[in-house]
């Protein structure tokens, strides 16, 4: 694992032509900016972690493969008022204000690359006295990697709230993946968490520059996006609805969720922390519509009558309340077995092609398929058993 001093040491050490002199690092703004990423996130919370390291995290390329990344803002000074963040300028507990320059932020992220510690960038930030300034500073560090250094590593770089077009489609040309968190499920739930930001022209019209201009550069892992979940009071029902709108009308690739955690000075101190259930059931509620391909209004069925998920599995839920028969697996469709608890992508296609040379004959051979028998097994019919009763199923 890297220290944060070993982080520092190696920038100071390193010497590029281009660069000049060794770049002199602060560990403590290594740390201040590494820590301020906090609520930005690349991955599903439980994806790997390097545990109590600011400014490395692992994340997905578009490939699929896991990388490191330097995870870091290029300044935690930000004119906005976000009341659940430790950098807004509402946050009673100042934190002194660090900021790199492009070339300090090459010189460290060079250091760490050539050292084999990461194999890229995570650059977010907050948006200065200018997003604007800001956003050509990011821009810039990413072109020198590029352009001067060669870098082939992965970069992801956050598109500040009403950053110039201009800018965002630099950004397009040197990254792999860029986004811009939607922290809200809706403009009222926006107006609650930060006054400062305008959702349809600050951040919805900017996916949509994103969008639009997908067509022009090369961005292998597409947008991202984020919501603070449990901020804004906001329902798991609005999010779904607002994640659908993004998948659909915005094309993002993935949405992250990130439950609210209160933070000391902030305006929302004193709010309740959301449970970390809650942000995992959002994620098992996404993967149903991007990979099971469920449809949104089978999905809706996992929701309460005031829009929440339980602390339980949603597509158990889902089968209880549509599912009015077994499923025999000997002749089901591929999308008939993905909609039985306990069966996924890999078994269901198993199950399709050994039943293309053998009929399946028990549970057993289900289980070293890779079905989760005791979850299936209630919506099974093989070879006319089955182990419940559909009344047993919704008691």
Same mark, same amino acid.
């Given at each position: ?244 709108? =993004?998948?659909?009308?915005? +094309? /993002? !690739? ?5 439950? %609210?955690?209160?933070?000391? *000075?902030?305006?929302? $101190? ?53 599912m009015d028969s077994p499923v025999d697996p000997n002749i089901a ?31 057993? =051979?289900?289980?070293?398929? +890779? /079905? !989760? ?5 209630? %919506?099974?019919?093989?070879? *006319?058993?089955?182990? $419940? ?7």
């Open positions: 694992m890297v220290t944060l001093e070993k982080m520092a040491h190696l920038a100071q050490e390193s010497r590029f032509d281009s660069l000049g002199p060794a770049v002199s690092i602060d560990p403590e703004k290594l740390g201040a900016l590494g820590e301020g990423t906090r609520h930005d996130v690349c991955a599903s919370t439980f994806s790997p972690q390097s545990p109590a390291l600011p400014g490395i995290c692992h994340a997905f390329a578009h490939d699929g493969r896991c990388v490191s990344l330097f995870k870091t803002l290029y300044t935690n000074y930000c004119g906005h008022q976000c009341n659940y963040c430790t950098n807004a300028t509402n946050c009673s507990r100042k934190t002194r204000a660090f900021s790199y320059t492009p070339e300090e932020l090459v010189g460290i992220t060079l250091s760490l690359y050539r050292s084999n510690y990461i194999e890229g960038l995570f650059l977010s930030s907050g948006s200065g006295r200018n997003e604007d300034c800001i956003m050509e500073k990011m821009v810039e560090t990413a072109r020198i990697l590029r352009e001067k250094h060669d870098f082939n590593g992965y970069i992801h770089l956050k598109v500040l709230p009403g950053a110039d077009r201009s800018h965002i489609q630099e950004a397009m040309e040197l990254a792999d993946r860029v986004s811009i968190n939607l922290e809200a499920a809706s403009a009222s739930h926006m107006n609650e968490i930060c006054a400062t930001k305008n959702y349809e022209s600050d951040i919805l019209q900017r996916q949509r520059y994103i969008r639009d201009l997908m067509s022009k550069a090369n961005l292998p892992a597409g947008q991202t996006t984020q919501l603070v979940v449990g901020a804004g009071k906001e329902s798991d029902e609005e999010i779904f609805r607002r994640v659908l709108y =993004e998948y659909q009308e915005i +094309g /993002v !690739r993935r949405a992250y969720y990130s439950a %609210f955690s209160p933070q000391k *000075g902030t305006p929302f $101190a004193n709010r309740e922390p959301q449970p970390m259930w809650r942000e995992h059931r959002l994620y098992q509620m996404d993967w149903l519509y991007r990979i099971y391909r469920f449809h949104p209004q089978e999905i809706e069925h996992a929701f309460d009558e005031n829009g929440f998920l339980q602390n339980s599995d949603p597509k158990m839920a889902i089968a209880r309340e549509l469709s591929y999308q008939e077995l993905l909609r039985v608890p306990g069966i996924g992508p890999r078994s269901a296609q198993r199950i399709v092609a050994l039943r293309q040379r053998q009929p399946i004959a028990g549970k057993a =051979e289900l289980a070293s398929l +890779g /079905v !989760r028998i005791k979850r299936a097994a209630p %919506f099974l019919k093989i070879n *006319g058993w089955r182990d $419940a009763t559909l009344e047993m199923w919704s008691a």
